[in-house]
């Protein structure tokens, strides 16, 4: 049983949907208040009714993380709503697909923004309420693909989530001093809306490489940032969890029968 983590502040980009609104819905069941982020403002206005009729305390700001601009609104939100940041889950992300023969620069940057870009600025902008949380911890939805396997199409996906684990590694030491943890979840192929615009052929066959024979659920990954966020977990700093069923270890479709 872990420490209650209830009355801290948590923001989250990207909760309107997929794996941010269950980080969101999940630690707003562990009594956090939650500031959801996202470019959306019907998705996020759901999550954020869904739990208030849970019982649990959620706000909403429409904010894109690739927006320079934008991204100090969200920090500014949550000390507005809640008076300050206890947990930072900088979750939002795009994949879309594109080989190394189509790519262009725009499609580089446009994924680079969101993902790697718009992390570093979100945690960054987030960081003096951090500081004056006592507690804070920051956690990275990056991926495991990139930082532990490829897939084609996604090379320039893949970059941008190996690259909040680098951002992740120096920052971690950075705000040591001031009790601050970063860490990140590489989730595999998890159950969401963003997931479903692949196809179903696309999640049946990926259903069949991994070992535990299912996709994630939001709950999977969301059960792990609320372990980080614990006091339990005040100790981990600059670690990287994989949340994936087993996906990453057969070597071979011979490993995965067998
Ligand atoms: P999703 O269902 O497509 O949801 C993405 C969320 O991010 C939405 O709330 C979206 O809201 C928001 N968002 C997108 N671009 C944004 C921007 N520029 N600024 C602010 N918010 C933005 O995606 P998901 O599958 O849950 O993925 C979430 C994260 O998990 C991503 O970082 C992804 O790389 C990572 N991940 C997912 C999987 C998986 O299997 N699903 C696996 C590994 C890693 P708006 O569109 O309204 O902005």
Same mark, same amino acid.
């Given at each position: 049983? $872990?420490?209650?983590?209830?009355?801290?502040?948590?923001?989250?980009?990207?909760? +309107?949907?997929?794996?941010?609104?269950?980080? =969101?819905?999940?630690?707003?069941?562990?009594?956090?208040?939650?500031?959801?982020?996202?470019?959306?403002?019907?998705?996020?206005?759901?999550?954020?009714?869904?739990?208030? +009729?849970?019982?649990?305390?959620?706000?909403?700001?429409? =904010?894109?993380?690739? =927006?320079?601009?934008?991204?100090?609104?969200?920090?500014?939100?949550?000390?507005?709503?809640?008076?300050?940041?206890?947990?930072?889950?900088?979750?939002?992300?795009?994949?879309?697909?594109?080989?190394?023969?189509?790519?262009?620069?725009?499609?580089?940057?446009?994924?680079?923004?969101?993902?790697?870009?718009?992390?570093?600025?979100?945690?960054?902008?987030?960081?003096?309420?951090?500081?004056? +949380?006592?507690?804070?911890?920051?956690?990275?939805?990056?991926?495991?693909?990139?930082?532990?396997?490829?897939?084609?199409?996604?090379?320039?996906?893949?970059?941008?989530?190996?690259?909040?684990?680098?951002?992740?590694?120096?920052?971690?030491?950075?705000?040591?001093?001031?009790?601050?943890?970063?860490?990140?979840?590489?989730?595999?192929?998890?159950?969401?809306?963003?997931?479903?615009?692949?196809?179903?052929?696309?999640?049946?066959?990926?259903? =069949?490489?991994?070992?535990?024979?299912?996709?994630?659920?939001?709950?999977?990954?969301?059960?792990?940032?609320?372990?980080?966020?614990?006091?339990?977990?005040?100790?981990?700093?600059?670690?990287?969890?994989?949340?994936?069923?087993?996906?990453? $270890?057969?070597?071979?479709?011979?490993?995965?029968?067998?």
């Amino acid at each position: 049983m $872990l420490q209650p983590i209830a009355g801290r502040v948590a923001v989250v980009t990207g909760g +309107s949907r997929g794996i941010g609104k269950g980080i =969101a819905r999940t630690l707003a069941r562990h009594g956090v208040r939650v500031l959801i982020a996202s470019r959306g403002e019907d998705a996020a206005r759901g999550v954020v009714d869904e739990i208030r +009729s849970a019982g649990g305390t959620a706000e909403h700001v429409v =904010a894109d993380v690739s =927006a320079p601009d934008d991204v100090p609104h969200i920090a500014e939100a949550a000390l507005e709503h809640f008076g300050g940041i206890d947990i930072l889950c900088s979750n939002a992300g795009i994949f879309p697909p594109r080989s190394l023969r189509e790519l262009t620069a725009a499609d580089i940057d446009e994924v680079f923004n969101v993902n790697l870009r718009g992390t570093m600025l979100v945690v960054k902008a987030c960081l003096p309420a951090l500081e004056r +949380s006592g507690h804070g911890r920051v956690i990275l939805t990056s991926s495991i693909t990139g930082p532990v396997t490829g897939y084609p199409g996604w090379s320039h996906y893949g970059a941008s989530k190996a690259g909040q684990l680098g951002f992740m590694r120096t920052v971690a030491m950075e705000v040591a001093g001031a009790g601050i943890t970063v860490n990140a979840v590489l989730p595999g192929n998890i159950k969401t809306e963003g997931l479903a615009d692949l196809g179903e052929e696309y999640e049946r066959t990926m259903a =069949a490489a991994i070992p535990l024979k299912r996709l994630g659920t939001v709950d999977d990954v969301a059960n792990t940032v609320v372990f980080l966020a614990s006091d339990e977990a005040a100790y981990l700093t600059g670690v990287a969890i994989v949340v994936d069923g087993g996906q990453i $270890l057969p070597e071979s479709l011979a490993a995965l029968e067998g």
